[in-house]
């Protein structure tokens, strides 16, 4: 059974760090690009950032967080992490980590990022 | 960046009826390679992460009850709930994943 364990989530000022991540099992997680996405309070959700599986090392970014956020995969310890810089209001969300097989397949139970002063 | 735009915003369907969902895409997400239709169904439980439902428009996931269908090409797509059960209670997210950046619908909210 696939699963995705999330941790990280918290309160953190404007202009601060936080850094998300997700503890795989289940499957063999090096085979698979790994996302994160997010939603925010009572919206809909948003892609925001991708890493490739074995046969594509590449990163992917959405443009309202290029150049601030930064995913990466420990494919030895099967986890997927999201470092979070220069957090803005409107990067207030619940963040899910997300299997990739060309859809979102299995998604973990999200990690809530509130930034506020 | 193609623009999902779903309809209704909400619907409320008696148990046992049809609920129907719609989806259009600002540009075609047909891939006249393969012929294939990069969209998929999500559904949202409340309190529950998103689940998939259906892809490449119209390939349930392993699990998903029949009761879910995917239909429509090209621009315009449709997710029919042929007999509402209380467990179907969610939002409803279209996706296309023809390029990036991947988008969403703004959702649908079923309700009983």
């Known amino acids: 059974e696939v699963q995705l364990l999330q941790s990280g989530g918290g309160l953190v000022q404007p202009g601060g760090s936080l850094r998300l991540s997700c503890a795989a099992s289940?499957?063999?997680?090096?085979?698979?690009?790994m996302s994160w996405l997010r939603q925010a309070p009572g919206k809909g959700l948003e892609w925001v950032s991708t890493i490739g599986g074995t046969t594509d090392d590449n990163t992917y970014y959405a443009d309202s967080v290029k150049g601030r956020f930064t995913i990466s995969r420990d494919n030895s310890k099967s986890t997927l992490s999201l470092q979070m810089n220069s957090l803005r209001a409107e990067d207030t969300a619940l963040y899910y980590c997300?299997?990739?097989?060309?859809?979102?397949?299995?998604w973990g139970q999200g990690a809530l990022v509130t930034v506020s002063s | 960046d193609i623009v999902m735009t779903q309809s209704p915003d909400s619907l409320a369907v008696s148990l046992g009826e049809r609920a129907t969902i719609n989806c259009k895409s600002s540009?075609?997400?047909?891939?006249?390679?393969?012929?294939?239709?990069?969209l998929a169904w999500y559904q949202q439980r409340p309190g529950q992460p998103p689940n998939l439902l259906i892809s490449w428009a119209s390939i349930r996931e392993s699990g998903v009850p029949d009761r879910f269908s995917g239909s429509g090409s090209g621009t315009d797509f449709t997710l029919t709930i042929s007999s509402l059960q209380a467990e179907d209670v969610a939002v409803y997210y279209c996706q296309h994943f023809y390029n990036g950046p991947w988008t969403f619908g703004q959702g649908t909210k079923v309700e009983i």
């Open positions: 289940g499957f063999t997680f090096s085979n698979f690009a």
């Open positions: 997300a299997k990739q097989r060309i859809v979102w397949e299995s």
């Open positions: 540009q075609s997400v047909l891939h006249s390679s393969n012929n294939n239709n990069y």
